[in-house]
């Protein structure tokens, strides 16, 4: 089974709380929904350590501080989705670091669970569960 792993970044700002999503890129996707960075691990690739690749060579933030948020899995297509949390450094500036991405963006938390992945979404409610604690 196809697996992924990735992050989902977040910074406090005045209004609440904001992620870090990417847009996959090429024309095929212009109207797919946004995702959380993440990619394929390599061979013998550690599940964190592939989320942290992923997110500096999809947006070119380097993640710290993480912790797992569990997995979902797509409906239509069994893919395994694996995601990590953790705050995004304080100068955090995401770009398009890879042509895999058209954009690279923080975006309120209301604004993401509009954009994201449906499936994804239960990432969204891990984060609030997590900070919450």
Known sequence: MKQSSGTLLYRRVPLGLEVLLVHPSGNYNR?????????L????EELEAAARRETREETGVIADVLAPLGEIQ???????IHCFAGP???????????????????????????LIHPDQAPFLDRLLELLAT
């Open 88 to 114: 995004a450094p304080a100068d955090a500036q995401p770009h398009c670091a890879s042509w895999e991405v058209d954009r690279a963006e923080f975006v309120s938390l209301d604004q993401a669970r509009q």
């Open 74 to 80: 797509y409906k239509k297509n069994g893919k395994r």
């Open 41 to 44: 691990p390599d061979p013998d």
């Open 31 to 39: 109207g797919k929904p946004w995702s959380i960075a993440k990619g």
